[in-house]
């Protein structure tokens, strides 16, 4: 039967309303799969895509661990220093943009062309490149207000190596370069090299250093890639905030054994001796006096109280100088002043003089002269065969040869010997102790050889006048160059010939002779505690290293002589007593006249001076010292004095000093220091 035309419309629209619901429902079918696709199976991906549309990874620099001295004052430290940076980002800056980039930052076009070519060459978001370091308010104020017209700059707080006390125990605290980023550091001398990674502790542990580790943040920026805000305000919550923010962890914390206080007091008195002898008019001075070093050292453990070096050289260039680029106007002034240091190339009427990069407290090894005696000394009571007194007419004649004195000292015991310096008395000893037993005993005292110390590199070793070092020196010459004699054995005797100790050594010898024979390790780092609990993580404890096998009778009765070198002791005086004359407190000490040769003149002698105080009877001593001046004339008229200030501080706030350390240094220096230019030259 036939449909009548209504019906078959009827049907041909249910058909197509069949259809339509067909490919509807297919449709939301299909979404619905793409859907489920795009939010569950590649929800997280594709989350992680659009969030690095929007945004960029950022490192956070972990500030570098605080360097403390024994009473907590700040050595060095990190101070947040603003930078601008520039970040990458697909449309880069227009060149207006860059001009008026440019007039903000003082710095040129190119710079800014140049780091957008950095980015574009491996434009990884979250290194970006530094285009001015140490931004003023100024600056950063401008940036802010044109934040718009500069796409991809933003500004960033990084911590600035910062030392508070300037060339305070510069060569000890060394100075930083920059490393692989741009924001990071690394130690490159001194205890900020040594103490920059991890450290190997000497029972065998590991430990973080100065160096901290770097955290990171993510920053929201629009589709010019300019930054909106920190992310952390409202886009990341919960778990998933903790899964991009890590924040930075700063180094540990290293805490020295230098008092800031008598380190100071160490290095102007250096200083100020040095400038003295260069002024000085009286015979045999003006000395050239180019450098010097002064160490003190706690006897009962062998922690380094002070270890001062001239000249010396402020940290902070370095430090600035590694987050600074060469555009920046300041650069060239900056740079000059870490060349000087670097390249250091100076010369003091006609010598050269060690620059102030040089600890010379540990890096500068020089005969020790007279303050050698005391070890002859010991070396002949150990063979029996200390003088008991001898004649010094002024020259000692041994196998057909002339061997001089200073001066004529007349009829001399073993404390007048001491106390006056009489080479003539020594050169006896000497040739009756025989050089076996003075090297013996020299190396107990650790005297030619590395002290020890683990807490800075490049200690020099030294030499100890040997017959095997003297057939070494002159390998190559003729034999009878190569043995040894009588006569070096007397050269030997009195701190001539082939020694050559560092300051350091020496006040490790003093420390020993002090403390009545026990040879610590010397040591500069006391504790590392944690940077951000302050957890003590490793504590130092007094390491001896051994102890001198001699008599107690013979080191006290050392110790009893040198007590000569600052007093008056009836007739005569000691060497130092011109200097140590008002001292409160009693001080055992030795000068010593370093000579350099016979071509040179007297001037350029090297200038010694040991202590070791208190030395009163029934005291224990406490500090020891050794100072030297290169080319500074005499002991006592050089190093006398320096010596003299460093005790004055120690010993502040007793025996009637005032209280403050530099306060006392300087009340008696200025006293000492013109008696000192009438003592005499030993």
């Known amino acids: 039967m036939a449909m009548n035309p209504e019906e078959l419309a009827q049907r041909r629209r249910l058909r197509r309303r069949n259809v339509l619901m067909g490919l509807l429902l297919a449709w939301t079918v299909l979404l619905l799969g793409r859907l489920y696709v795009l939010q569950v199976v590649m929800g997280d991906e594709l989350s992680e895509y659009a969030a690095g549309q929007r945004l960029r990874k950022v490192y956070v620099p972990a500030p570098r661990g605080q360097i403390l001295d024994r009473r907590g004052q700040v050595l060095a430290t990190s101070l947040p220093a603003y930078s601008a940076y520039l970040v990458y980002t697909r449309q880069g800056l227009d060149p207006e943009a860059r001009r008026l980039l440019s007039g903000i930052l003082d710095i040129p076009v190119e710079a800014i062309e140049d780091a957008e070519a950095q980015l574009r060459l491996k434009p990884v978001p979250e290194i970006p490149v530094r285009l001015k370091a140490e931004l003023t308010p100024a600056e950063i104020t401008a940036l802010a207000e044109n934040r718009e017209r500069l796409p991809g700059v933003i500004v960033e707080a990084q911590p600035l190596r910062h030392y508070p006390g300037g060339t305070l125990a510069a060569q000890v605290l060394g100075y930083v370069r920059e490393g692989q980023r741009p924001w990071q550091l690394r130690g490159v001398s001194g205890i900020e090299g040594t103490y920059d990674q991890e450290v190997r502790l000497p029972s065998g542990g590991v430990v973080r250093g100065l160096a901290g580790v770097d955290g990171q943040r993510l920053v929201e920026v629009d589709a010019r890639g300019r930054p909106l805000a920190d992310v952390s305000q409202y886009l990341l919550l919960g778990a998933e905030a903790e899964r991009y923010a890590v924040p930075p962890r700063p180094g540990n914390t290293v805490v020295l054994t230098l008092d800031a206080r008598l380190q100071r007091v160490a290095e102007e008195a250096l200083a100020q001796r040095i400038q003295e002898l260069r002024r000085l008019r009286s015979d045999p001075c003006p000395c050239p006096a180019r450098n010097g070093a002064a160490v003190a050292i706690d006897v009962r453990t062998g922690a380094i109280l002070a270890m001062a070096s001239y000249p010396a050289f402020d940290p902070n260039d370095f430090a600035r100088q590694a987050f600074m680029e060469p555009s920046d106007p300041r650069y060239p002034q900056v740079a000059r002043r870490v060349g000087a240091v670097v390249n250091w190339d100076a010369t003091y009427r006609g010598k050269p003089v060690l620059g102030p990069a040089m600890n010379l407290a540990i890096q500068a090894a020089l005969p020790p002269g007279s303050t050698f005696k005391p070890i002859t000394a010991l070396a002949a009571m150990l063979r029996g065969g200390l003088p008991r007194s001898v004649s010094c007419t002024g020259s000692f004649v041994f196998a057909g040869n002339e061997f001089g004195d200073w001066r004529s000292h007349g009829h001399v015991d073993f404390d007048e010997a001491i106390g006056r310096s009489c080479n003539v008395y020594f050169y006896q000893a000497g040739l009756n102790a025989g050089i076996d037993a003075i090297v013996q005993v020299a190396t107990q005292f650790g ?205 502040a706030g007793r025996y009637g000093l005032p209280d403050d350390p530099r306060e006392a240094a300087e009340q008696g220096h200025e006293d000492a220091a013109q008696r000192a230019t009438s003592v005499p030259a030993d």
Request: overall charge negative; aromatic content about 8%; proline content about 6%.
């Open 447 to 651: 005297l030619g050889q590395p002290t020890g110390l683990r807490d800075l590199a490049d200690e020099v070793t030294g030499s100890l006048a040997t017959p095997e070092l003297k057939a070494k020196v002159n390998a190559r010459g003729r034999p009878e160059e190569r043995r040894w004699y009588g006569g070096d054995t007397l050269n030997a005797a009195i701190g001539q010939g082939l020694h050559a100790f560092t300051p350091l050594q020496m006040a490790v010898y003093t420390a020993t002779l002090a403390n009545g024979g026990t040879r610590y390790r010397p040591y500069l780092v006391q504790e590392i505690r944690d940077g951000r609990t302050g957890r003590v993580l490793w504590k130092a404890q007094p390491d001896p290293l051994g102890t001198v096998d001699l008599p107690t009778a013979y080191l006290e009765r050392v110790r009893e002589a040198m007590v000569t070198v600052t007093r008056a002791n009836g007739g005569w005086s000691g060497t130092a007593y011109g200097v140590f004359r008002d001292a409160p407190y009693v001080v055992a000490g030795k000068t010593g006249t370093a000579e350099v040769g016979a071509n040179e003149p007297e001037y350029e002698n090297h200038g010694w001076f040991i202590a070791f105080a208190p030395a009163g009877e029934g005291e224990e001593p406490e500090i020891a010292v050794a100072v030297v001046i290169h080319a500074g004339g005499g002991g006592a008229l050089a190093a006398g004095p320096v010596a003299r200030a460093i005790l004055d501080a120690y010993f």
